[in-house]
Each structure stands twice: as C-alpha cells, then as structure tokens.
T-cell receptor, first 112, second 113 residues
Framework: GQQLNQSPQSMFIQEGEDVSMNCTSS?????WLWYKQDPGEGPVLLIA?????ELTSNGRLTAQFGITRKDSFLNISASIPSDVGIYFC????????????FGKGTKLSVKP | GAGVSQTPSNKVTEKGKYVELRCDPI?????LYWYRQSLGQGPEFLIY????????DSGLPNDRFFAVRPEGSVSTLKIQRTERGDSAVYLC???????????FGPGTRLTVL
C-alpha cells in the first residue's frame, strides 16, 4: 500500500537535544498528523494540522503543514528520556476517504 | 471503557485456520477503521466503517479478509485460511466522524505458525 517518505528512520538523542523529523509525499493531503507509538501500544496522536502553512505547538513539540500540502515536519525541543519511541507521520486525503496513510516511522532512542 | 479496546491482545494460530479479531470503539463513535502493522512499518489501512456499513474496503488484501459491524458499534475482523504472511499487529481506530481524530486501540498481535 501507499506510504509516506519519512526520515530519518532512526536517531539517537541525548537529553536536552532538539530533534527534527519530516515526511514527504507525492500526493496532496488535506490533513497531516503526527503520532507516537510505544511498544505494545497503539499510536497516540500528538499534533494535527489542517491548513497549508499551519504551524502548531503542543508543549515541546512543534509541527508544520507544508505550503505545497505534500510535506510536514515535527520538531521536539529539549528532549527528555520519555520521548523515546516511534514517531509516525500520517496524511489524510480528504473527500470521501477517511483512512490515514502512514510513514514508516522514526525511531527515537537515547544515546548510551 | 474510555478508549478503544481490542481482544485478544495476542493470537497464535496455525496456517490454514480461521481467526476473529474484535474491536470495541469509543462509545458514540460512528467511524471505525482497521489497520495492519507489519514489523518495522507504519500501519496500513484495511477497511473503514461508517455506522454499520463498510464505506471503504479497498485496503483488504484479498477475499480471505472480511469485517463486519452489525450494530454500528463492535466490529470483528475475520481472516479465513490464515497464511504466515498474515502475521502482524492488527490495529483498530475509531472517530466521531470521518474527518475527526482517530483514536487507536492497543492492537491484536497475530502470529500464524
């Protein structure tokens, strides 16, 4: 099935560092979403974006809906240990289609 | 309960067997989705219900997969003649409408031996 191009695939963070990840698509989306998934759990919504150019924050998280509607990024500032997990971007095409199309995820781990 | 629940949490079956996976959505949510997540991948869409009817089943991989939602609440995903390639985590999500936030359950991990 169709998936978004999400990068990086994985990254190691040191506590206090800022983190950035992004997603691109060949399709135009009406909605961009960012989810976090912990082991054994379902994805949990972090941020939802509904308009091209929109910049939205949720605590230390900031995400933007690209102007072309084909990309989005997520920044995490001043990372903490509980930020580890897998982050997924997801797009929703709109119209009669309600389903989400997901990226392959960015795995965040703590530097040893 | 407050969230989406799925049962069983784990299911191990043998190749060729039939399995049913259950999803209890958030009360009052009319939209219900099934996704499949393979190891190292993001969730992939299977089917979407609006009320009792399947509004979009374009993600079902073949006719061994079927899902129902007879009363517009609980949904069951049914897989016939399971194959090893069906092994994955099956996620269910619900939302109050097609355009609203989808809330995910914890998933059912299916292993086909």
């Amino acid at each position: 099935g169709q998936q978004l191009n999400q990068s990086p695939q994985s990254m190691f963070i040191q506590e206090g560092e800022d983190v950035s990840m992004n997603c691109t698509s060949s399709s135009i989306f009406n909605t961009w979403l960012w989810y976090k998934q912990d082991p054994g759990e379902g994805p949990v919504l972090l941020i939802a974006l509904y308009k091209a150019g929109e910049l939205t924050s949720n605590g230390r998280l900031t995400a933007q809906f690209g102007i072309t509607r084909k990309d989005s990024f997520l920044n995490i500032s001043a990372s903490i240990p509980s930020d580890v997990g897998i982050y997924f971007c997801a797009g929703q095409l709109g119209g009669s289609q309600g389903n989400l199309i997901f990226g392959k995820g960015t795995k965040l781990s703590v530097k040893p | 309960g407050a969230g989406v629940s799925q049962t069983p949490s784990n299911k191990v079956t043998e190749k060729g067997k039939y399995v049913e996976l259950r999803c209890d959505p958030i009360s009052g949510h009319t939209a219900l989705y099934w996704y499949r997540q393979s190891l190292g991948q993001g969730p992939e869409f299977l089917i979407y219900f609006q009320g009792t009817g399947a509004a979009d089943d374009s993600g079902l991989p073949n006719d061994r997969f079927f899902a129902v939602r007879p009363e517009g609440s609980v949904s069951t995903l049914k897989i016939q003649r399971t194959e090893r390639g069906d092994s994955a985590v099956y996620l269910c999500a619900s939302s109050s409408s097609r355009v609203d936030t989808q809330y995910f359950g914890p998933g059912t991990r299916l292993t086909v031996l």
